[in-house]
């Protein structure tokens, strides 16, 4: 089976500019995350959808980010405006199971996100 | 608050060895416990899962113990090789409605031949 996909791979913009990410997660996945992973630490969530429905954004700054997921599939997470301090791995991750039934995750292999 | 935490310094093994990870938790009562390997410039790949009543789960050459009364869990790699020189990351559900997985911060783990 195809595993996630993310692009960019990697993105350089400057503080308070506007980045958007992509995320298209295995087909008939119905459980989509996304983590922010700075360097040397875990991966933190930043929101959980089910099928096209928000879970969970408990964590997410949306003063400045957002996150949609059209139709149940496709996911982007946007950011505006950036800071030095959102520079991070940005990871997709999908599960086949309904939230909460602790199905493991399949993990794409992040944009890589620099602010300057 | 919830914490997770897992070994701070690297784990250098000699090829061969058996490689033994540490996971300890506090205010969290998973019912399940994940372990997963993240390569560099890599996402995290999930390993092995085990459940709350299980004391240990077994694969290939990969072991996992749960200890909820120590709030520990133990992640084995026997006879290690070089290929098994990543990041291991341990999860537990969280406490949010979904119950989306919390990680720790990682062991890095480097084998030398």
């Known amino acids: 089976e195809a595993g996630v996909a993310q692009s960019p791979r990697y993105k350089i913009i400057e503080k308070r500019q506007s980045v958007a990410f992509w995320c298209n997660p295995i087909?008939?996945?119905?459980?989509l995350y996304w983590y922010q992973q700075i360097l040397g630490q875990g991966p933190k969530l930043l929101i959980q959808?089910?099928?096209?429905?928000?879970?969970?954004d408990s964590q997410l700054p949306k003063d400045r980010f957002s996150a949609e997921r059209l139709k149940g599939v496709d996911s982007t997470l946007k950011i505006q405006p950036a800071k030095l301090e959102d520079s991070a791995v940005y990871l997709c991750?999908?599960?086949?199971?309904?939230?909460?039934?602790?199905?493991?995750?399949?993990f794409g292999n992040g944009t890589r996100l620099t602010v300057t | 608050s919830q914490k997770i935490e897992q070994n701070s310094e690297a784990l250098n093994i000699q090829e061969g060895k058996t490689a033994t990870l540490t996971c300890n938790y506090t205010?969290?009562?998973?019912?399940?416990l994940q372990w997963y390997r993240q390569d560099p410039g890599r996402g995290p790949v999930f390993l092995l899962l085990?459940?709350?009543?299980?004391k240990e789960k077994r694969k290939e050459r990969l072991k996992v113990t749960f200890d909820t009364t120590l709030k520990q869990s133990l992640f084995h790699i026997t006879a290690s090789q070089p290929a098994d020189s990543a990041t291991y990351l341990c999860?537990?559900?969280?406490?949010?409605?979904?119950?989306?997985?919390?990680f720790g911060k990682g062991t890095s783990l480097l084998v030398t031949p």
């Open positions: 991750a999908s599960s086949l199971g309904a939230a909460g039934d602790r199905s493991p995750l399949h």
């Open positions: 205010n969290y009562s998973p019912a399940y």
């Open positions: 085990i459940r709350e009543n299980e």
């Open positions: 087909s008939g996945h119905a459980t």
């Open positions: 959808f089910q099928n096209n429905g928000v879970v969970d």
């Open positions: 999860a537990l559900d969280g406490s949010n409605s979904g119950y989306a997985l919390n």
